[in-house]
């Protein structure tokens, strides 16, 4: 039961960030501002870790499973990407490396502003 509570209020969590995103307009997907607001309603202790770590816990376990429907979506279109593979990997490999360098600023960054 705790389990299907938890499932229940990530749902609800994500709904109403939608609903946010949607009716002020916002620039930012209702799934991201859902994450920014789980990460607030923990930070703040408004809610427990405790409360949704069994469900958030499965669905890392099951992470893998998310990405099966893209990848059977790219192999589909093999024939229509075909011609665009080498500038599909080298965009692939320079957003990884932004990513990757942007993500290690905002840790160092955030690391200093603790100590």
Do not use: C, W
Not at 26 to 43: D, K, N, Q, R, V
Not at 45 to 70: A, E, Q, Y
Not at 90 to 99: A, E, K, N, Q
């Amino acid at each position: 039961m705790k389990f299907i509570l938890q499932g229940i209020l990530i749902v609800v969590l994500l709904r109403v960030s939608e609903f946010i995103s949607e009716f002020f307009r916002l620039p930012i997907p209702g799934s991201l501002l859902g994450m920014i607001i789980l990460f607030l309603l923990l930070e703040t202790k408004v809610l427990k870790l405790d409360f949704i770590s069994d469900f958030g816990n499965v669905m890392l376990k099951h992470l893998g499973f998310f990405f099966i429907p893209p990848a059977v979506s790219l192999m589909v279109s093999y024939g229509i990407v075909k011609g665009s593979i080498m500038k599909m990997l080298i965009i692939l490999v320079v957003s990884l490396f932004i990513v990757m360098g942007v993500t290690g600023k905002v840790v160092d960054r955030i690391l200093k502003e603790d100590h």
